[in-house]
Structures are given as C-alpha cells and as structure tokens.
Nanobody, 119 residues
Framework: QLQLVESGGGLVQPGGSLRLSCAAS????????IGWVRQAPGKEREGVSCISSSGGSTNYADSVKGRFTISRDNAKNTVYLQMNSLKPEDTAIYYCARTFGCRYSYDYWGQGTQVIVSS
C-alpha cells in the first residue's frame, strides 16, 4: 500500500527548530522527487521545498531560504525537512508529496503534520 507519513511536527517557540520526516512505503522512493508543501489557516497551499530523486538538486521558497534544509536518505525511504529559526508565520500543516520531478505536479500526498510556532 502506497503511503507517505509525516512526523516531527509540534509546538515550538520562535527561533526554535524542528525536523520533519516523511517516511515512504509501497513504492520505490529512489524514482521520485519529494516536496514539502504547507498550508496555514485561511491561506492557500504554499510550496516550501523540493528535492530531486537523487538528492542532487533542491529548491526552496524565498520565505524559507537560509532557514530550512531538505534532505533525503533513500536507504531509509525517508525525506527530511530541517527547520531552523522558526517564525510565527511558519505555523501551518506541512505535507510531503511525491512527484516525478520538482517541476511537475504532485501525484500523492501524505496526511500532514502540524507545526505551531508560538511563544
């Protein structure tokens, strides 16, 4: 059964850090790029970051550049999003999603993990 399962969300103070994980099963992760997309309350979904199937290419939204780092461990079927210097405006549900390439649309999504940045 194809699955993407996010974890690692939670409540953190401004300036703090979290590492999100996206565990894949039911398909060969090596063949796919994986992206992180977030949705804040009352706002549209926003692409945060994407990593190519090999991990050799990454991209980031301007709002998170220099603060977030995406990485992957294909041997563990897991993609990570390290989030540092968190701001209240980073509060959102974070989803990981699968795509054949970061320029293409996503074809499968996880259920999301909540991140709340608040003092």
């Amino acid at each position: 059964q194809l699955q993407l399962v996010e974890s690692g969300g939670g409540l953190v103070q401004p300036g703090g850090s979290l590492r999100l994980s996206c565990a894949a099963s039911g398909f060969t992760l090596d063949y796919y790029a994986i992206g992180w997309v977030r949705q804040a309350p009352g706002k549209e979904r926003e692409g945060v970051s994407c990593i190519s199937s090999s991990g050799g290419s990454t991209n980031y939204a301007d709002s998170v550049k220099g603060r977030f780092t995406i990485s992957r461990d294909n041997a563990k079927n897991t993609v990570y999003l390290q989030m540092n210097s968190l701001k209240p405006e980073d509060t959102a549900i974070y989803y990981c999603a699968r795509t054949f390439g970061c320029r293409y649309s996503y074809d499968y999504w996880g259920q999301g993990t909540q991140v709340i940045v608040s003092s």
